[in-house]
């Protein structure tokens, strides 16, 4: 049984199918949502004259929300599942686009608090969305699926641009930006709550083929009342002390009911060199990485490490050589272009390998990390385009740079085997 299954002739849709569907459509939303501010702040700066530092803080302030609950959003949907985690925070990040445009009548202060507040909404769904595909899809299926939910976001925000800008133009002005896509995710919250489920083998109507699929070489997730089935993993002939630092394996691989974490290994989690590999390093390429793995039968390092690379290159690449090589605006946004598509396979050098039940957990990690940036990344774009004249250079300069020594620390420390159980 693979991803596309040929039986729908019969009727039946598989439930992973409709549960990814709704994952990157939450994904796609979310990054339209946070994505239309790019669009809507110019017409709101013609009404309100703001500054480009003014910009920079109210676009930057999102992310001030979003860093707070990725780690937070990992652990409780670890521990409760994704349905319930995820529902919550659609509807959040809905109420607060909603409320944008009152925000912005009060004052900007009003404005940068709805922002954040928009950010603690959608901060849990990126960890929440790659735990439910750790419990929803095989390890043969996960790189390509991981991959369609990276090119979700990009959907998004490509989304976003043109549907905002017909909106913002329209008759109905910028507020009706953010009531146009404030329904949108109002719609897809009810169709979650209709369709979503944290685990397979809650999923009535699901086949016993399907199911059979999704759970083989699947083992199940520790909690406090399953501990005594554990026992501890001889590292290297030594043996591991009886704590939090624990590597546990179930004795029995096979599990009939479904378990969520009561307990995460915070210790283990920051003593694996695999898991700070992911902190410092910040679609067709998922099925590419996919077939090299399973079919072409290359290691699985040598496949991320490679992805990696060439993720990497692809938008350095661009972003330095746009300045002198792009003469008209086309050029560049050809460029540019081909420098995410390339950005893509950076997807394939994920964190599903080596700890599936703490998929949540450590995409939290590593996306906390990614937006320590973010704090003052943005606010201080704004500000050196006002000191250097809208001088764009320095900024892809930067940008490359630490792409560069992020991809560094991933090539150096990354692992591919499961070293958290």
Known sequence: MVLTITNWWSGYIPKRIIIIFLCISAIIISYADRSNMAIAIVYMTKEFNWSHSTQGYISSSFYFGYITTQIIGGVLTDKFGGRRVLAISAVTWTLFTLLTPIAARINIYCLILCRICLGIGEGPTYPCVHSLISKWFPPEERTRVVSAVTVSTFIGMAIAMPISNLLGSSQFGWESIFWVFAIVGSFWSVIWYLYGKSDPRDYSGISKDELDWILKNKSPISSENNFENYQIIIDNNQRIPANENDMLLPKNQISSGSFYVHKVPWKLIFSRREVWAILLCQSFSGYI???????????????????????????????????????????????????????SFQAASFLLDIAPNYAGVLCGLGITCGMVPAFFGIALTGWILEVTDNDWNIIWRVCSLFNFIGSAFYLLLAGSEVVIY
């Open 289 to 343: 990485c996919d077939y090299a793995i399973n079919k072409l039968k290359i290691r699985v390092i040598i496949v991320r490490k490679s992805s990696n690379i060439i993720g990497t290159l692809g938008i350095t690449t661009s972003l330095l050589l746009i300045p002198y090589l792009a003469e008209t605006s086309v050029e560049g946004l050809f460029m540019i272009t081909a420098g995410f598509a390339l950005y």
